[in-house]
Every structure is written in C-alpha cells, then in structure tokens.
C-alpha cells in the first residue's frame, strides 16, 4: 500500500481523548479542529512550570540524495518504539509547506508505518498555521507599501525595502517582480520578490518565541527599510507588529495529533532547514517536554544544515539542549554518496558504500567532537539492503566510536525500531557531558560563518566580493552578537549539488547576508541557493486528485 493509503486505514483516537489520556491535559487545555487534530492553549507552561524537563533526543542524518533517507519516518517511528517499550514519549516535527508537497518531494508527515495522522490535512491546510503566518507577513508588507503612497512620513527609500512577500507555493515566476504598476493610484513602482513562506522571518520568530508576547515583540523588531538618510525602520515604526500578531494569536499555539499507533504528536512550524533555521516552534518542544519523559525531534535535512542550526540557533536561543542524537543513514543514501546514480542503488556494491560512508563519518564527527553529542546512528532499511553492506556499516560506525542499529519501522512501525529504542534509553541513562555551542556569541559574524563552514563542511575557503563584505563589516557593528544562519544546498557539504561524499577543501562562495532581526540572526545566502524554489517538470501535484467518494489520492 501507498503512503496515503496505509495513513486513510488507520483507526485513530479522538484527540480529546487521546489529549487526556496520554498527556493527562484538562478538556479545558484543549480546543479540537474537528475530531482527529487540536489546538493546545499556552496555559499548560504555566501549569507545569515546576515539572521537571523529559530527555530531548535530536533525530538528523548524512547529507540527504534523491533516493531518500526517511529522516522523519524515523523520528516518528523511534517514539512509537520508546512508547512500545514502556517509556512516556512525545514526538515533535514540523509543519509540511505545500511547495514541496504539490513540487517534487510529495508529502512530509513520515511514511510507512511510521506516520503522523490525518495526514492528508497535516500536508495540506491542517489548522491554517502556514496561512496565518503568509498573512501576517504580507500584511506588513503592504503596510509598508500603503505608508509611501499615503506621504512616506519616515522617508522610506524604495530602493533599500528589505522586506519581501511571501506564498506557499513554488513559483519560480515570482522571484523577482515590479510592484506599482498602472499609475499613482497603485503605489510607487519598485523592485519586489515572493520568497517562500518557509524561509520567511515571521516563520522563524513565531518559531523561536516562548510566548504571545515575546511573539509581538519580535515582530515589532523586524528590520523593513531604511530611510534616505540612512536609518533603519522597523516593523514597530509603521505599527504593524500588533496586528501582525493578532493574525497569529491562535496559530502560535502548538498543534497536537498522533501517530498511526495512537502516541501524541505536536506538529507546529515549519522552516526549511536549507534556507531558515529547519526546526520545529520551540514553544512546542518545551511543551513537549514538560508533558513527556521523552522528546523525539527533528532538524531539517543533513546534519550541517539542520542539526547546526538546531543547536546553534534554536537552542542557544530557548535555553534548551539535545542529550543525545540520532543520525539516520541508509545504505542506498551511502551509494549513492559514493559515486552511483539512482537507477544503480538496488544492486549490492559494497565498493561505492565503503566510499559513500565518508559523508556518514564526517556528520558523526561533526556531531561528536565539534558539538559533544553522544550519538547512535539508526540504518532505515530498505528491501535491497543486503546483509554485507548492513555489517559494512556497522563495522565502520564502530570504529567511528558509535553504534549502528538498524530499523525497520517504516515496515513494522515501532516494534521495528524497538532495539533502537532501547540503545536510547541505555544510553540517556548514562552520564554524559552537555551539548556545547560552536562559537560564542562574542565571535564576530564573518569568524562564525567561518567557524561554521571550515569545521561543520570541511571548506577550504570561504570566499564574498566587497559589496558583501562591507555589508557583514557594517552588520557586524550594530548586531556582531547574533548567530548564523547558513542558507545553502543542502545535498552536498559545499555549495555547489554536485559535489557528493564530503567535498574536501571546496570554496565557500557567499553571495548576500539578509538581517533577520527580529528572529535575531544573519541569514547567509551560499552559491546559487534559492528563497522561493520552483516546480519540477512533472511536479508532484500532477499525481494528487479526488476520487468519487471525495477522498485524496496521490498525496504520498
């Protein structure tokens, strides 16, 4: 059966029972969008402020291929089997964006046995969190448009507008536009671009803020223009940010549903970790915490994207700390990071998997000794893994200082990730020194894009013309103690797709910073990285349809 299929099968609880029973919340806490799905109020911090924090395990992987890693299959299908195994676990994954469920990558809610339900709605509209966050920043931009065409009392110049609009959707056409055309009664003519909703600010601080409040206060903060003499305007300055974040006063509230075997699931926020910082809302993470012994979450894509930008963003910023990491591989993966191309990766060749762990090793490292995670490496297994190029790994992780396991969840749904489940456990039962930071907020941002590029993606050189050198000179002045945010491919260690297995001494080419200010980091803009992506050939929303009885097919 297809992904969808296995999903519409499956006999779900209703969430207000499943709210009471599995994470003993009042009916009072909840506010259900139908049956199956419920918006959680904030109020459940401040009931349980006094409980003491569950584990915090970080789920990432080996840079991601076409063939697929199952990153997220994994997260859901490890809680599952921590659940299984008699452990109190919540897991916590981001929001699907419609651009890559209508493009090429289809749906986002895990797949197999190991899924998040109702997955269809969880794809597409769920609670209309992607909407509101879509409205609220287009909000502020046609704000800003109306403050110019109504005698521009701060002096905007329309040439330094920094702030863009947003959709969810891949539409390559809107990369760069003109605005204001058709004369004086539709505003100024400028320059203007769509990036996607997932690499928007306002994505990135309704993610990184711990309360309503501290959500305004950030929006309020948001770098707009600058004016004709050169001073920077805010979002605060043409009052927008109150009614930004009356837009986003329901959506901020942390989305809870469950998975096929019936354990809660939050699902809230959804930044690209190749563009943004590619982590779940940390208001659902801590309320996850405070509710279950364990936390199983993800970071987007490989581990120098999203597990760097998990710990060095999101963490240092909510206070927070992984114990421990799991790192997904899978032996087509490995392949295919060895020099084989896709239609290749079913035939058993331990040759190009033993040059394919290179890419593994270097993540390990990375996590181990740049970080000082302890960390296990989970083998999502496929149905042409042969038993060698299985041993292949273990035997190489064991030398790499870990352990593989290997997990056959997506299959079997958490009984198939039981032994996994239980190394965890063994493993967080055990002292182990704290997660460290890469650099110090103290370092200055050119060192720390530097820190990141040379230890994380093993570049030779980090290279940016004047123009963008004297933009991070002048950033640095005023916002110096900021971290970054990396905004490259994420298939490869350089930034160039190509460029497989681990890209040793490569040049790191940066070709623009954007200030997220009021998210509070510097967006670095590598290669030929795009903000708004475009639509395949034959993009996924060519195979999505309705069926007479009204019910999705094609999703995943």
């Known amino acids: 059966m297809s992904d969808i299929e296995i999903a519409q099968q499956a006999s779900m609880q209703e969430v207000t029972s499943l709210a009471e029973e599995k994470l003993g919340l009042a009916s009072h806490h909840i506010d259900p969008y139908g049956r199956f799905k419920a918006k959680v109020s904030l109020e459940v911090m401040d009931d349980m402020a006094s409980k003491a924090d569950g584990k915090l395990i970080l789920v990432t992987a080996i840079s991601p291929t076409p063939a697929g890693e199952g990153k997220t299959t994994t997260t859901i299908g490890l809680s599952d089997a921590l659940n299984r195994i008699g452990k109190k676990s919540i897991v916590c994954v981001r929001e699907p964006s419609m651009g890559p469920c209508f493009g090429m990558k289809g749906g986002a809610a895990g797949g197999g046995y190991a899924q998040v339900v109702p997955m269809e709605d969880i794809n597409l ?8 966050i879509a409205s609220a920043h287009n909000l502020l931009s046609a704000m800003i448009d109306n403050h110019i065409h109504h005698g521009n009392a701060l002096q905007l ?14 539409d390559r056409a809107l990369r760069d536009i003109v605005v204001g055309m058709g004369g004086p009664a539709n505003g100024y003519l400028r320059e203007e671009r769509f990036d996607i909703v997932v690499a928007s600010e306002v994505m990135a601080i309704f993610c990184l803020s711990n309360s309503l409040q501290e959500l305004k206060q950030r929006l309020g903060e948001i770098l707009i223009a600058y004016s004709v003499d050169g001073t920077p305007r805010y979002a605060r300055d043409i009052m927008a940010h109150g009614a930004m974040a009356a837009l986003l006063k329901e959506a901020i509230k942390p989305n809870l549903v469950q998975t096929l075997e019936n354990n809660p699931a939050f699902v809230h926020g959804g930044p690209f970790a190749n563009i943004a910082h590619g982590c779940n809302s940390v208001i659902s993470t801590k309320m996850a915490l405070k509710l ?15 597990a760097e930008k998990f710990i060095n963003i999101k963490c240092r910023k909510a206070g927070i700390k992984p114990d421990m990491a799991v790192v997904v591989a899978t032996v087509k993966a490995l392949k295919y990071h060895g020099g084989l191309e896709l239609k290749e990766l079913t035939a058993e060749n331990l040759n190009a998997l033993n040059t394919g762990l290179a890419n593994l090793k270097r993540h390990l490292s990375n996590l181990q000794n740049e970080f000082g995670l302890r960390c296990v490496v989970a083998i999502n297994h496929f149905v042409n893994d042969s038993d060698a190029e299985i041993e292949l790994i273990k035997t190489a992780v064991k030398e790499m200082g870990a352990e593989a396991i290997l997990a056959r969840h997506w299959a079997e749904g958490g009984a198939g990730a039981e032994t996994l489940a239980q190394r965890v456990v063994e493993m967080l039962d055990a002292d182990a020194e704290p997660c460290q930071l890469l650099y110090p907020d103290s370092l200055p941002l050119w060192d720390k894009i530097n820190e990141v590029a040379k230890r994380l993606y093993g570049t030779g050189q980090v290279v940016a013309d004047k123009k963008v050198m004297d933009k991070i000179a002048m950033l640095n002045e005023q916002h110096g103690d900021i971290p970054v945010c990396m905004a490259k491919t994420p298939y490869s260690f350089s930034s160039d797709p190509s460029l497989r297995g681990t890209a040793e001494n490569h040049t790191l080419t940066i070709r623009d910073v954007r200030l997220s200010n009021g998210a509070g980091f510097l967006v670095v803009l590598c290669g030929d990285v795009m903000t708004m992506p475009g639509l395949p050939k034959h993009p996924a929303a060519e195979r999505i349809d309705i069926d007479e009885n009204g019910s999705i097919v094609g999703l995943f």
Do not use: K
């Open 157 to 170: 110049d329309a040439r330094r507008i920094v702030w863009q609009r947003v959709m969810d959707m891949n």
């Open 292 to 306: 279950g012994d364990y936390v199983v979450t993800e970071a987007g894509f490989g581990a120098d994207l999203g």
């Open 125 to 132: 509209h769920f609670t209309g969190d992607l909407h509101a």
